[in-house]
RNA sequence: UGGGCGAUCGUCUAAUGGUAGGACAGUGCCCUUUGGAGGCACUUGUCUAGGUUCGAAUCCUAGUCGCCCAGCCA
């Protein structure tokens, strides 16, 4: 496994209930001299999101401490909703996010040995086939308050379970004509231990298995056997799971396998985010995004696409921590670890997005030169690199101000400030056109400040970055904000729908940024802190002409706090 | 109204009968060739009521509030 030895020692730092779990287990011996076995197990019916973020790193980081092993499992058992697609992308996320499972199984893998062991219990007495329909299944289940009722096939004779079973497996029953159940209690305060369901006659074509079986165990019959024969010895789920482990240890007890215990811990929430995969997939079908990988998704695909970076999104999980508590996580923290990283690794350039254009008058007309500007000053092995710098340059057009309001350090008429790396410059004038706006702004230029400094010692309030108009490029930006503008989305009022949570400025697209000329030869995953404005990185979707660059974070902002102070 | 689980700064999370701590957010100051980054400081918390104890966030009792469960989904 690939994981940081920093990481997880910070991992240690702080105290998890689930760690201790285990660590109790391995004093006590609970398992033997068996080495400490995880796995993650999701069901490849949608793509993997940054909830299932905490479930990888959970599993696969306390396995590690212990000198543990983690699998990555398919929980594939219901052919209908399954598909290549989403195991493909399953095994790429988890390896992105820096893991590396001992093995890559299937529930599916199972089918014969599940198989097996339910004719075992049918033999046992322990399990029968059901000729009730869904509906009056449903009936007979009772509610929260009342028992349920017993099926009238409920003691019908092994031999006869055993005929039906086996016709079942072979095809001679329709879908939904009868189904395998244990045989367990239906008077249980627990629903699940009413006779549940264990395998349901289903003809469709599975991703795997193709047309082999027609009949397919149900999530509980399944998950824990696989646990079983996989000697996982610390099966984590979620908080939701947790009414299902009576069921869970009464089949493995009943067949007398290898004791997996289930362990529950909280799901991960975080404010301005969905992370329901029915809704994902909803707003991909109903084109609200691009696709699963759209830079607005919480999917890890999504977040690669934006510019997330897996040692933050592990950082973030990690910090974030496991509880058995229903919360939800403030999404500044994620953009917080995301900064942190991106501030000390991504490398520096100039980008004006939104382009005003600036003449210096007293600079030589068709002069040019380099001037030398680190490629991040967090990291001085980063190195240094040359940026063309002439008469016509662009800058922000948030960077000049005709009437300056209070406590406003940049350009205005008469003010001097800093162009990054070059030199001090002073407003002079402004050019109008009919409609009133600004279209150029000229200033008169220091030559004795080159670099950034003036020998007399002057100080000025603020700095200023730029783009040489002869040399820059142009480049798409795509400027992303969160997907929906309520912190708990899925949080609608009677008869609302999460849709209408949706941020309708969730993207904003600048066809015409202007870029400094080195930025021509990122490549796309390249990532990049646009000074004073913010990360961002190169979309597949760019051309060696025209590159796309996605707005991961903006950086953090304290004008913009001041001027919305001042407003308020 | 049955069963299960839970409740600690605004948010997430530690403290496992012995000083309520960390992170994020917020506030102020310092520093700064990114109004970035960084440094320093500050503010805010044990659901309620009883009880046990020298001592309770932790144990007990009773409440309150929240989440989950009635798929042939996982």
């Not at 479930?55 to 499992?73: M, Q, S, V, Y």
């Not at 209690?185 to 231990?193: H, K, Q, Y």
């Not at 007293?362 to 991040?376: D, I």
């Not at 912190?487 to 849709?499: R, T």
């Amino acid at each position: 496994m690939t994981i940081h030895s920093s990481e997880s020692q910070d991992s240690r730092t702080s105290s998890n209930f689930l760690r201790d779990i285990i660590a109790e287990d391995v004093c006590t011996k609970k398992y033997g001299d068996a080495v400490i076995q995880t796995r993650f197990p999701p069901e490849p019916n949608g793509y993997l999101h940054v909830g299932h973020a905490k479930a990888i790193c959970i599993n696969f980081i306390l396995a590690d401490e212990f000198g543990g092993k983690t699998n990555l499992r398919f929980d594939d058992t219901n052919p209908e909703k399954e598909e290549q697609e989403y195991v493909d992308s399953i095994q790429r996320d988890v390896r992105w996010l820096g893991f590396e499972w001992e093995r890559l199984c299937y529930a599916s893998d199972y089918f014969g040995q599940l198989y097996e062991w339910a004719l075992q219990l049918i033999r046992a007495g322990k399990a029968y086939v059901d000729d009730l329909s869904a509906e009056e299944i449903r009936q007979h289940r009772g509610t929260l308050t009342e028992p349920g009722k017993e099926s009238p096939f409920r003691n019908r004779a092994i031999a006869e379970n055993l005929d039906l079973f086996q016709r079942m497996k072979a095809g001679e029953f329709p879908d939904g004509s009868r189904v395998l159940r244990a045989k367990i209690d239906m008077a249980s305060p627990n629903l699940n231990m009413r006779d549940p369901v264990m395998y349901r006659i289903l003809h469709a074509t599975h991703h795997r298995t193709g047309d082999e079986w027609c009949i397919y165990p149900m999530y509980d019959y399944a998950h824990g056997q696989s646990d079983s024969v996989e000697r996982v010895t610390h099966s984590m789920c979620s908080l939701e799971f947790a009414d299902h482990q009576p069921l869970y240890r009464w089949f493995i007890e009943n067949l007398g396998i290898f004791p997996s215990q289930q362990i529950e811990f909280d799901r991960l929430s975080v404010t301005y985010t969905l992370l329901s995969k029915r809704k994902l997939l909803q707003l991909v079908q109903e084109k609200r995004v691009s696709g699963w990988d759209d830079p607005r998704m919480p999917t890890l695909s999504g977040m690669r696409r934006r510019g997330f970076t897996p040692e933050a999104l592990r950082a973030f999980v990690l910090t974030a921590g496991v509880s058995r508590t229903n919360g939800i996580v403030d999404i500044e923290m994620l953009e917080h670890f995301q900064r942190d990283d991106l501030n000390r690794r991504a490398r520096r350039a100039m980008a004006v997005l939104r382009p005003l254009k600036l003449v210096i008058d007293n600079y030589p007309e068709g002069q040019q030169e380099f001037v030398e500007v680190a490629n991040n000053p967090e990291d001085p092995t980063a190195g240094t690199r040359q940026v063309p710098f002439s008469r016509e340059i662009y800058i922000e057009q948030d960077d000049f101000r005709e009437v300056p309001p209070p406590k406003y350090y940049r350009l205005s008429p008469g003010k001097e400030v800093r162009l990054r790396n070059a030199y001090f410059i002073t407003a002079q004038s402004v050019i109008k056109d009919a409609t009133g706006s600004i279209v150029e702004v000229h200033c008169t230029y220091d030559p004795a400040s080159r670099g950034g400094n003036s020998p007399d010692g002057r100080k000025v309030k603020s700095t200023i970055h730029w783009v040489s108009t002869a040399h820059a490029i142009s480049a798409e930006i795509r400027l992303y904000d969160k997907l929906f503008s309520t912190p708990d989305p899925g949080d609608v009022p009677e008869g609302g729908s999460f849709l209408d949570n949706l941020n309708p400025a969730s993207l904003e697209i600048l066809a015409d940024a202007k870029l400094e000329p080195s930025l021509a030869e990122a490549q796309a995953g390249d990532q990049f802190q646009f000074e004073r404005v913010g990360y961002f990185c190169v979309d597949p979707d760019s051309s060696e002409i025209r590159k796309v660059f996605n707005r991961t974070l903006p950086l953090k902002d304290s004008w913009a706090k001041i001027e919305k102070k001042a407003g308020a």
